[in-house]
Each structure stands twice: as structure tokens, then as C-alpha cells.
């Protein structure tokens, strides 16, 4: 039977640092990997490749605090999905672990173009 005590309970959401010492959860370093992955659930609804090898996102910025800036643009200024992708990206990055905030900024420039798009992108969508 597991013990669940207050401290037992303390010690579920805290981890280790390098320094053995007991950090919050929340402290965690947030990987770019992992926020790479959410922002990869995210497609465009007229195109069916995830938005991040669609080369629409530009930059990722993880603050030691774990608040995450992401630059992105959309593959046209009219886009019809121009209002909805950004939420979808600020939705699908707060559920990674250690997030504390999400700002999502759409830039337009530069301009994307196919050359911003993966090889596995390419290959979906018979553009090689």
C-alpha cells in the first residue's frame, strides 16, 4: 500500500536538480523537443502536414521561468485559418509539462515559401 502522506505528496511533484535539491515540478527546465511535439499536433485544416513541417514556425523562445515565445507565420496573408492556428499552437504548448505562459506572435516576415517546408512535408504532398 503506498503511503500518502503530506510529505509523500510533496515529494510526487517536486524532482531533483543537480544539486539534490527538491525543486517544484513547475521548476523544470522545458524541453524545445517537447514543445516541438505539441506544436506538431497542430495542422492547417486545408493541408494535412503538421504546421511545423509545414516551416511555419520561425522561432521558439523558453524562458527559464518556463514561459514560451513562438513566432510563426501562415503560408499566406489570408490565410482562412489565420485566426484559429495561433490559438491552436498557444493551446497545444500550454499542456507541455513546466509551461507557465504561452505568447504566440504571427510575423510576416520573411515570407514563407515551400523552401521552409521538411522533406517528409514535401514528400506528403508530392512537391518534389
Not at 5 to 25: D, F, K
Not at 73 to 84: D, F, H, I, K, Y
Amino acid at each position: 500500500m503506498m503511503d500518502h502522506s503530506p510529505e509523500t505528496e510533496t515529494a510526487l511533484h517536486h524532482s531533483w536538480t543537480p544539486e539534490g535539491e527538491v525543486a517544484p515540478a513547475s521548476a523544470q527546465r522545458v524541453s524545445e523537443d517537447d514543445v516541438i511535439s505539441a506544436i506538431a499536433t497542430v495542422h492547417d485544416p486545408e493541408i494535412p502536414v503538421n504546421i511545423y513541417e509545414l516551416g511555419l514556425i520561425y522561432a521558439i523562445d523558453i524562458s527559464d521561468e518556463g514561459h514560451i515565445k513562438v513566432e510563426m507565420t501562415l503560408t499566406a496573408p489570408a490565410c482562412p485559418s489565420a485566426q484559429e492556428l495561433p490559438e491552436m499552437v498557444k493551446q497545444a504548448v500550454e499542456m507541455v509539462p513546466g509551461v507557465t505562459g504561452v505568447e504566440v506572435e504571427t510575423v510576416w516576415d520573411p515570407p514563407w515559401d515551400m523552401s521552409r517546408m521538411s522533406d517528409e512535408a514535401r514528400l506528403s504532398l508530392n512537391m518534389f
